[in-house]
């Protein structure tokens, strides 16, 4: 778990806990969660003993293991509201990974960045492992693509010009004119599908997810090795666009 960059350090750790929760999906020990989070085990007790006195967090004297309880859920459930007619954006986000059978990413526009902010991962032995927070330059990932979509083509090309102006001397630059052909056809189909932008042999089918206003942009997609997607690249589209109509009336 990343510190530092402007985030207050007990913010982070607590924000952080949670989010090794989600990933996990399971009741944890002291020792797991520290190594998760990378901090100390005394320190990792201090907060798991806080948030248990706060009723966030409940112990399991037998399994000598810690678990959130039923209040954290609560905390944002009425945020499914403004998004989703049929469940959570989590069911939603479920329901298309068991349908498509890969990890499923949601992101959101984080300055020039893509940030996952929610991962449900694949269960298949060959998958695409991401973790939620991860960041990339927009004009890297086919869901930073479909974000930049969204924008004027004037601004689309000053965020290009500004990754390229502020990257590392070893950072990858990025052509603005190429990004522009894959924006435009981003727009002219619907999605976007460019293999092995990141990783080779792994890619994402990604569309642009209905936000209710005020929230920033958002888009899903589906990460998984690239021959799979190919194969299986109209039924997943179909399906993910199916559960989106579903839960998000779009």
């Given at each position: 778990m990343a510190e530092g960059?402007?985030?207050?350090?007990?913010?982070?750790?607590?924000?952080g806990l949670l989010q090794i929760f989600a990933e996990h999906r399971r009741a944890m020990r002291v020792s797991e969660i520290a190594q998760a989070l990378g901090i100390p085990q005394s320190s990792t007790s201090m907060l798991l003993k806080t948030l248990?006195?706060?009723?966030?967090?409940?112990?399991?004297?037998?399994?000598?293991?810690?678990?959130?309880?039923?209040?954290?859920a609560l905390l944002g459930a009425w945020l499914n509201d403004e998004f989703s007619r049929e469940?959570?954006?989590?069911?939603?986000?479920?329901?298309?990974?068991r349908a498509t059978q890969d990890a499923i990413i949601l992101g959101v526009e984080s300055g020039v960045y893509s940030e996952y902010i929610h991962v449900v991962q694949s269960e298949q032995a060959l998958r695409y492992a991401l973790r939620p927070g991860t960041r990339r330059p927009l004009p890297a990932t086919n869901i930073g693509r479909v974000l930049l979509s969204l924008k004027p083509d004037d601004?689309?090309?000053?965020?290009?010009?500004?990754?390229?102006?502020?990257?590392?001397?070893?950072?990858?630059?990025?052509?603005?004119?190429?990004?522009?052909?894959?924006?435009r056809a981003i727009?002219?189909?619907?999605?976007?599908?460019?293999?092995?932008?990141?990783?080779?042999?792994?890619?994402?089918?990604?569309?642009?997810?209905p936000t209710p206003a005020g929230y920033k942009p958002m888009a899903?997609?589906?990460?998984?090795?690239?021959?799979?997607l190919v194969r299986g690249h109209d039924v997943i589209l179909a399906e993910m666009r199916r559960l989106i109509a579903q839960y998000l009336g779009s």
């Open positions: 960059e402007g985030v207050v350090k007990s913010a982070g750790r607590v924000l248990t006195a706060m009723g966030y967090v409940s112990f399991d004297a037998e399994a000598k293991a810690f678990r959130p309880t039923l209040r954290v469940g959570s954006v989590d069911e939603m986000m479920v329901a298309m990974a601004e689309i090309e000053r965020i290009v010009r500004r990754i390229n102006a502020e990257a590392a001397e070893t950072d990858h630059r990025f052509d603005v004119a190429e990004t522009m052909r894959a924006i727009r002219r189909e619907g999605h976007s599908f460019s293999h092995n932008l990141i990783s080779s042999g792994a890619s994402v089918i990604a569309l642009p997810m899903i997609g589906v990460g998984g090795p690239t021959d799979r």
